[in-house]
Every structure is written in C-alpha cells, then in structure tokens.
Nanobody, 125 residues
Framework: QVQLVESGGGLVQAGGSLRLSCAAS????????MGWFRQAPGKEREFVGT????????YYADSVKGRFTISRDNAKNTVYLQMNSLKPEDTAVYYC??????????????????WGQGTPVTVSS
C-alpha cells in the first residue's frame, strides 16, 4: 500500500505563494489518482483539487481556480500543490490523498484509499 508524506506548509502573508509536496513510498505511484483536501478550524474537510494518474486531467474547487495548480512527477513519486495569491481564507490543514480507482473517485472524496498526515498552512492578513 502506498504511504504519503506531506511537507511545505507554513506561515505566509496574504498574496504570497507556497508549494506543498506529497511524497509517496510506493513504486506503483503512477497507478494512483491524487487529490488535495483541506480542513479549516471549525469546518468540514473540503475538496481542493485532483489529478489523474498521468497528469493529463485536473479538476479544482471553484474557490481555488486560477490560483492553485496541481502537478505530479511520477519519476519522483511526488505530487505538488502550487498555491499563489493566497488569502486568509486558505488557512487550513492540507491533506494529500491517493486512490487507484481514479480521479472521479477522488473528487467525490469518500472512503479514499490512502491519506497523508496533513501539513498546516496559515495565511496572515
């Protein structure tokens, strides 16, 4: 089973940028669709974006379209979330997820196969 380790979170000023990384331990990383989710204090976990196994298909939540970009490097077993024009509303713990059933399953966000530990992002005003 794939294991996910996230990094790159931290404190950033509004309008700034941050890149999150999610490194997978499995050699079969390319079989998995990947996704990013976030959970803000006092709120439910929400979908941020997903990328299919090849990196050819991506989908984003309306709240981050045009600001966030998901990419993956299967040779490095890593998926990235590039976050630009950050807003205080983006403050949350960000989680990486993997699922061999495909990106549509990731978008649904229910009973996904593997989750990372999360990395906190704080955007100050």
């Amino acid at each position: 089973q794939v294991q996910l380790v996230e990094s790159g979170g931290g404190l950033v000023q509004a309008g700034g940028s941050l890149r999150l990384s999610c490194a997978a331990s499995a050699r079969s990383f390319s079989r998995y669709a990947m996704g990013w989710f976030r959970q803000a204090p006092g709120k439910e976990r929400e979908f941020v974006g997903t990328i299919n196994w090849s990196g050819m298909i991506t989908y984003y939540a309306d709240s981050v379209k045009g600001r966030f970009t998901i990419s993956r490097d299967n040779a490095k077993n890593t998926v990235y979330l590039q976050m630009n024009s950050l807003k205080p509303e983006d403050t949350a713990v960000y989680y990486c997820a993997a699922d061999s059933r495909g990106y549509r399953t990731v978008v649904a966000g229910r009973s996904l196969e593997v989750w990372g530990q999360g990395t906190p992002v704080t955007v100050s005003s």
